[in-house]
């Protein structure tokens, strides 16, 4: 007998900058993502410029990114292929595809805004009417089928002129242009939205420097320790004024959950896997949940002399904003050691150790059920704050063979992690939501492509932008409709 509760929220997950498109439509300014080109596994995705002399240039995409060359302005070149720019046209076609989330039973569909849609440079006085009302048509049609709304307010899609001006929050300004986003929002759509979350992953600024392989700078860190106070402020402030505007809103945190294990039993393993989760997941999540700043904080600070720009207000706001629930994504583990190994993890956003009790996708991902039952009841025990899982998927090559596709690798991977999830919730937690990532086909934060794929719906294009955009469903698509029918009692 499954554990879950009779309004348990099942449904899907999608980020604005992977499926909507219409870049530059109905008012709507730049992100970083629209001057973003295509990758793969075997090469990265640039982001491109016109440099001070009219030159063309290009670095290496990574959350965050923002090392425009001095007098540069971002661009996009003729003769690239930036794929979030039409992506999977959701901006044309959401009808079409919520009728589908709707016919599989979805009870909640986490998606995000487009902050430039709203404010297109960022810094306007007053929101783009035609942005507010497009999504405003989006919830409106989400509701006629009974579908929750749960709204990313940031899911790295800040307005380009931000990015660039204030240097990916290097400056306290982008407190208050978050704020009054984010108040615009709310205000907005008070009636239509309930469940909210701040930053998507915001602990990924400090895993792009540890966790996935980097080997951070002390400036490199210092610039992410600064950010994310900003960024904590930001969501705290955002937390309290929402509660004034409508104090039914459910306002959560969302944090990359990557669970990690040491190596071998040596004592030295064992510290470091403490001290890596305190710094890739416990650091964000300990400010979010309990309003203040770990003691262990001045430890991670000193080792990269950091130095943050805090005061005793900012101070005040992260008490009387800490959130209401609990979210985070769930992908793969990695292993921590002390010790030369030979055999280690390779892909988009994968490193250290293989981990030889789990298998891997092509991306380099380890599949670990187990790993989120672990992640849940240890957050849950710490914070006792309602749980939602809302990102979870496998990504993977899609075949149509006779007009259809068998993704029965897909079925099982959700299959194993649903179950790890119901054993979570046996043991006590407060699991409220899980939703799936990339219910639809969209295109890949990391690599750009389309052919890494998740969804329970197929959308015809490729890694060049070729295609019809006609939407298909899978046979994970019956199987999680019986899942949701069935409360999760139906998983076969």
Same mark, same amino acid.
């Given at each position: 007998?499954?554990h879950?509760?009779k309004?348990?929220?099942?449904?899907?997950?999608?980020?604005?900058?992977?499926?909507?498109?219409?870049?530059?439509?109905?008012?709507?300014?730049?992100?970083?993502?629209?001057?973003?080109?295509?990758?793969?596994?075997?090469h990265?995705?640039?982001?491109?410029?016109?440099d001070k002399d009219?030159?063309?240039?290009e670095?290496?995409s990574?959350?965050?990114?923002?090392?425009f060359?001095?007098?540069?302005?971002?661009?996009?070149?003729?003769d690239?292929?930036?794929?979030?720019?039409?992506?999977?046209?959701?901006?044309h076609?959401?009808?079409?595809?919520?009728?589908?989330?709707?016919?599989?039973?979805?009870?909640?569909f986490?998606?995000?805004?487009?902050?430039?849609r709203?404010?297109?440079t960022?810094?306007?006085e007053?929101?783009?009417?035609?942005?507010?009302?497009?999504?405003?048509?989006?919830?409106?049609?989400l509701?006629?089928?009974?579908?929750?709304?749960?709204?990313?307010i940031?899911?790295?899609?800040?307005?380009?002129?931000?990015?660039?001006?204030?240097?990916?929050? @290097? /400056?306290?300004?982008?407190?208050d242009? +978050?704020?009054? $986003? =984010?108040?615009? %929002?709310?205000? !907005?759509?008070?009636?239509?939205?309930?469940?909210?979350?701040t930053?998507?992953?915001?602990?990924?600024s400090?895993?792009m420097?540890?966790a996935?392989?980097?080997?951070g700078?002390?400036?490199?860190?210092r610039?992410?320790?600064?950010?994310?106070?900003?960024?904590?402020?930001?969501s705290?402030?955002?937390?309290k004024?929402?509660?004034?505007?409508?104090?039914?809103?459910?306002?959560?945190?969302?944090?990359?959950?990557?669970?990690?294990?040491?190596?071998?039993?040596?004592?030295?393993?064992?510290?470091?896997?403490?001290?890596?989760?305190?710094?890739?997941?416990?650091?964000? @999540? /300990?400010?979010?949940?309990?309003?203040? +700043?770990?003691? $262990? =904080?001045?430890? %991670?600070?000193? !080792?990269?002399?950091?130095?943050?720009?805090?005061?005793?207000?900012?101070?005040?706001?992260?008490l009387?904003?800490?959130?209401?629930?609990?979210?985070?994504?769930?992908?793969?583990s990695?292993?921590?050691?002390?010790?030369?190994?030979?055999?280690?993890?390779g892909?988009?956003?994968?490193?250290?150790?293989r981990?030889?009790?789990?298998?891997?996708?092509?991306?380099?991902?380890?599949?670990d059920?187990?790993?989120?039952?672990y992640?849940?009841?240890?957050?849950?025990?710490?914070?006792?704050?309602?749980?939602?899982?809302?990102?979870?998927?496998?990504?993977?090559?899609?075949?149509?063979?006779?007009?259809?596709i068998?993704?029965?690798?897909?079925i099982?991977?959700?299959?194993?992690?649903?179950?790890?999830?119901?054993?979570?919730?046996?043991?006590?937690?407060?699991?409220?939501?899980?939703t799936?990532?990339?219910?639809?086909?969209?295109?890949?934060?990391?690599?750009?492509?389309?052919?890494?794929?998740?969804?329970?719906?197929?959308?015809?294009?490729?890694?060049?932008?070729?295609?019809?955009?006609?939407?298909?469903?899978?046979?994970?698509?019956?199987w999680?409709?019986?899942?949701?029918?069935?409360?999760?009692?139906?998983?076969?």
């Amino acid at each position: 007998m499954a554990h879950f509760s009779k309004d348990f929220l099942w449904g899907g997950a999608t980020a604005a900058n992977q499926i909507e498109g219409g870049y530059d439509e109905a008012d709507r300014g730049l992100s970083i993502s629209d001057v973003t080109t295509e990758g793969g596994l075997d090469h990265p995705r640039m982001v491109t410029y016109i440099d001070k002399d009219g030159k063309p240039g290009e670095f290496v995409s990574m959350p965050g990114a923002t090392d425009f060359p001095e007098g540069s302005t971002p661009a996009v070149l003729p003769d690239r292929y930036y794929p979030n720019q039409i992506a999977i046209d959701f901006y044309h076609h959401y009808k079409e595809d919520i009728k589908l989330f709707a016919e599989m039973g979805f009870k909640v569909f986490r998606m995000s805004i487009s902050w430039s849609r709203i404010f297109p440079t960022g810094e306007e006085e007053e929101p783009s009417r035609a942005g507010l009302d497009f999504y405003r048509s989006v919830f409106e049609e989400l509701h006629k089928y009974g579908i929750e709304p749960m709204v990313t307010i940031s899911h790295y899609d800040d307005p380009l002129h931000l990015s660039v001006k204030y240097h990916d929050w @290097s /400056d306290r300004k982008m407190i208050d242009l +978050y704020v009054r $986003y =984010a108040t615009a %929002l709310f205000k !907005e759509y008070k009636d239509l939205v309930k469940y909210w979350l701040t930053f998507n992953e915001i602990n990924s600024s400090l895993l792009m420097l540890n966790a996935f392989g980097g080997n951070g700078t002390d400036e490199q860190f210092r610039h992410a320790y600064q950010k994310l106070h900003y960024q904590f402020v930001a969501s705290a402030r955002a937390v309290k004024i929402g509660h004034e505007i409508n104090p039914d809103f459910q306002i959560g945190n969302m944090i990359c959950g990557i669970v990690d294990y040491p190596y071998t039993p040596d004592p030295k393993d064992i510290l470091l896997n403490r001290h890596t989760w305190e710094q890739d997941i416990f650091y964000c @999540s /300990d400010v979010q949940c309990k309003g203040k +700043y770990p003691t $262990y =904080a001045k430890r %991670l600070w000193a !080792e990269h002399d950091v130095h943050l720009d805090i005061t005793d207000q900012d101070k005040q706001d992260l008490l009387a904003g800490k959130v209401d629930m609990y979210t985070f994504s769930c992908y793969m583990s990695n292993v921590v050691t002390t010790h030369d190994a030979d055999d280690k993890v390779g892909g988009n956003f994968a490193a250290g150790v293989r981990n030889p009790y789990l298998k891997y996708s092509e991306w380099g991902w380890a599949t670990d059920p187990t790993g989120l039952q672990y992640f849940l009841e240890m957050m849950y025990d710490r914070y006792e704050l309602p749980m939602m899982v809302v990102e979870n998927g496998l990504g993977a090559k899609d075949k149509i063979e006779d007009g259809k596709i068998h993704d029965e690798y897909r079925i099982d991977y959700l299959r194993q992690h649903i179950e790890a999830m119901d054993k979570a919730i046996a043991n006590g937690v407060d699991v409220r939501a899980y939703t799936t990532w990339g219910c639809i086909d969209e295109v890949s934060a990391g690599t750009g492509q389309m052919s890494k794929r998740y969804g329970f719906i197929y959308v015809d294009r490729d890694d060049e932008g070729k295609g019809t955009l006609k939407r298909m469903k899978k046979d994970s698509f019956d199987w999680y409709k019986k899942v949701i029918a069935s409360n999760g009692e139906d998983l076969a």
